[in-house]
């Protein structure tokens, strides 16, 4: 199990590339996270969701993806509460201190599809989350040291050097938490150096002086991390990637499934900007994107709240394009209701109004993954759906399902657009063909192989620092629930 010293120390992207380092070496590797917190998800070969990590680091083993690789999905809807995701499903929306309380439960589902997925790999590779120095949270504990210790799987620590303080969060966890608990820690691996290794190799030596854990490795910062799949909005790009064309992506506050948008930045005649609600929408954007959200009738509160209604008009004013996506969809059109309570307190709200659709959120959670052509039947795709809600109303549809169904909606200018399809432009044709619509030149850029290549990098680059052999010798058989 691989935990760290805090949120975004690399843990996913360690994780990643040592599954490709082991599938690489014949064995049958399987990624595992018992409890996640991200927007971003992925439909699973299985029918429900889990996090994008596991999916990334799935893909880097080689493995079809599970519901059982992420037993517990929190998805935030508010600042204290998120929807929970069990095995794949939606069970409901708790608030912070009601999680809490449901945590005992929740563990034996984790323990279950650990399991599953152990009774089906060769080797497991467990992710931790956020801090494994988090105390305060250790009675109830499923993601860290509650689930290492359930299962007697061996940790190993991981610091982010690149954030500063790295000799005093290593020491410092061992420190604070339990004896045994630092008992179950074998070793730790220090992330993302700059510079010479030679002159942090009395840390090494500091660090392992201090906690009696053995060092691992010291893994330089690896540059290509960027092309890789971010889960966190920690990821999200600064402002701006380089080209010639303009793309705006809205960044509300419960932004979802926003790693779609990924291949644009390696597009070079793209110059692609997250939109934060204290920012306005560029004045010189081509194409501006209302992506997937988690509360689609909170994040239209917060567009409006932004003036990004009206700098939309101004976009539109100068004949500028719009691509609604999932949620961004919903919003496009004349009203949002519901009537249930999915997202919040029973309502209907008028929406942007730019095309003629209504949605009511109700019904069960559509996840699934889908291919279709553009509407004229010319562009193919391949993507998925994850949404609650029915759009109705639409007289021109964007896509056409291989099912026959037909999705999405376009205004009579053909300028603004809408779709409950994800993927979109992380397929090569479809991208091309949006870039194209827009004024852009599209490159020959394969983002899929190029994400499958980069990972075999990040193994190379794994492999060169850190000790997998002696990694995988403090693998151990972990203990399962009593019959």
């Given at each position: 199990?691989?935990?760290?010293?805090?949120?975004?120390?690399?843990?996913?992207?360690?994780?990643a590339?040592l599954?490709?380092?082991?599938?690489?070496?014949?064995?049958?590797?399987?990624?595992?996270?018992?409890?996640?917190?991200?927007?971003?998800?992925?439909?699973?070969?299985?029918?429900?969701?889990?996090?994008?990590?596991?999916?990334?680091?799935?893909?880097?083993?080689?493995?079809?993806?599970?519901?059982?690789?992420?037993?517990?999905?929190?998805?935030?809807?508010?600042?204290?509460?998120?929807?929970?995701?069990?095995?794949?499903?939606?069970?409901?929306?708790?608030?912070?201190?009601?999680?809490?309380?449901?945590?005992p439960?929740?563990?034996?589902?984790?323990?279950?599809?650990?399991?599953?997925?152990?009774?089906?790999?060769?080797?497991?590779?467990?992710?931790?989350?956020?801090?494994?120095?988090?105390?305060?949270?250790?009675?109830?504990?499923?993601?860290?040291?509650?689930?290492?210790?359930?299962?007697?799987?061996?940790?190993?620590?991981?610091?982010?050097?690149?954030?500063?303080?790295?000799?005093?969060?290593?020491?410092?966890?061992?420190?604070?938490?339990?004896a045994?608990?630092?008992?179950?820690?074998?070793?730790?691996?220090?992330?993302?150096?700059?510079?010479?290794?030679?002159?942090?190799?009395?840390?090494?030596?500091t660090?392992a002086?201090?906690?009696?854990?053995?060092?691992?490795?010291?893994?330089?910062?690896?540059?290509?991390?960027?092309?890789l799949?971010?889960?966190?909005?920690?990821?999200?790009?600064?402002?701006?990637?380089?080209?010639?064309?303009?793309?705006?992506?809205?960044?509300?506050?419960?932004?979802?499934?926003?790693?779609?948008?990924?291949?644009?930045?390696?597009?070079?005649?793209?110059?692609?900007?997250?939109?934060?609600?204290?920012?306005?929408?560029?004045?010189?954007?081509?194409?501006v994107?209302?992506?997937?959200?988690?509360?689609?009738?909170?994040?239209?509160?917060?567009l409006?709240?932004?003036?990004?209604?009206?700098?939309l008009?101004?976009?539109l004013?100068?004949?500028?394009?719009?691509?609604?996506?999932?949620?961004?969809?919903?919003?496009?059109?004349?009203?949002?209701?519901?009537?249930?309570?999915?997202e919040?307190?029973?309502?209907?709200?008028?929406?942007?109004?730019?095309?003629?659709?209504?949605?009511?959120?109700?019904?069960?959670?559509?996840?699934?993954?889908?291919?279709?052509?553009?509407?004229?039947?010319?562009?193919?795709?391949?993507?998925?759906?994850?949404?609650?809600?029915?759009?109705?109303?639409?007289?021109?549809?964007?896509?056409?399902?291989?099912?026959?169904?037909?999705?999405?909606?376009?205004?009579?200018?053909?300028?603004?657009?809408?779709?409950?399809?994800?993927g979109?432009?992380?397929?090569?044709?479809?991208?091309?063909?949006?870039?194209?619509?827009?004024?852009?030149?599209?490159?020959?850029?394969?983002y899929?192989?190029?994400?499958?290549?980069?990972?075999?990098?990040?193994?190379?680059?794994?492999?060169?620092?850190?000790?997998?052999?002696?990694?995988?010798?403090l693998?151990?058989?972990?203990?399962?629930?009593?019959?």
């Amino acid at each position: 199990m691989v935990q760290g010293t805090g949120s975004d120390v690399g843990k996913s992207m360690i994780v990643a590339g040592l599954a490709r380092v082991f599938v690489r070496r014949g064995l049958r590797v399987g990624p595992f996270k018992p409890q996640n917190m991200s927007n971003n998800a992925a439909v699973t070969a299985d029918g429900g969701e889990i996090g994008r990590a596991q999916a990334l680091q799935a893909r880097a083993a080689r493995v079809p993806l599970s519901v059982h690789m992420n037993p517990v999905l929190l998805k935030p809807q508010s600042e204290i509460g998120s929807q929970v995701v069990v095995q794949g499903k939606v069970v409901g929306t708790y608030k912070a201190r009601e999680y809490q309380g449901l945590k005992p439960r929740l563990m034996q589902a984790v323990l279950e599809s650990f399991e599953v997925l152990a009774t089906r790999s060769d080797l497991v590779l467990v992710e931790g989350a956020g801090s494994a120095a988090e105390v305060n949270l250790r009675g109830n504990d499923i993601a860290n040291m509650g689930f290492a210790q359930a299962t007697g799987v061996p940790v190993v620590l991981l610091g982010d050097i690149d954030r500063g303080g790295v000799i005093a969060s290593l020491v410092g966890t061992k420190v604070v938490i339990d004896a045994e608990d630092a008992a179950r820690i074998v070793g730790f691996i220090v992330n993302r150096f700059r510079g010479d290794p030679a002159l942090f190799a009395d840390g090494m030596t500091t660090i392992a002086r201090h906690t009696g854990w053995k060092p691992l490795g010291l893994v330089p910062y690896f540059p290509l991390a960027g092309r890789l799949p971010a889960e966190d909005a920690l990821g999200l790009p600064g402002r701006g990637s380089g080209g010639r064309v303009k793309i705006a992506v809205l960044a509300y506050p419960r932004l979802s499934n926003f790693d779609e948008f990924d291949p644009l930045q390696q597009e070079p005649g793209v110059d692609l900007v997250f939109v934060r609600p204290h920012e306005a929408i560029p004045g010189d954007a081509a194409l501006v994107i209302l992506p997937g959200s988690k509360s689609t009738i909170a994040d239209l509160a917060a567009l409006r709240h932004a003036g990004w209604d009206i700098d939309l008009q101004g976009h539109l004013r100068r004949g500028g394009h719009v691509l609604g996506i999932c949620g961004g969809y919903q919003m496009l059109g004349r009203s949002i209701a519901d009537p249930a309570g999915v997202e919040g307190p029973a309502t209907t709200v008028p929406g942007l109004g730019w095309l003629d659709v209504e949605t009511v959120l109700e019904g069960d959670k559509v996840l699934v993954e889908t291919e279709g052509a553009s509407v004229d039947g010319a562009v193919p795709f391949k993507g998925y759906e994850m949404h609650v809600g029915r759009t109705t109303g639409a007289t021109g549809s964007l896509l056409v399902l291989s099912s026959g169904q037909r999705d999405g909606a376009v205004d009579a200018t053909g300028r603004i657009a809408g779709s409950y399809i994800h993927g979109l432009l992380t397929d090569d044709r479809m991208r091309r063909y949006w870039l194209e619509r827009i004024g852009a030149e599209p490159s020959d850029l394969r983002y899929e192989p190029e994400v499958d290549a980069t990972l075999d990098k990040l193994a190379d680059h794994l492999e060169a620092y850190v000790d997998c052999d002696g990694l995988l010798a403090l693998a151990r058989a972990p203990r399962f629930r009593q019959r």
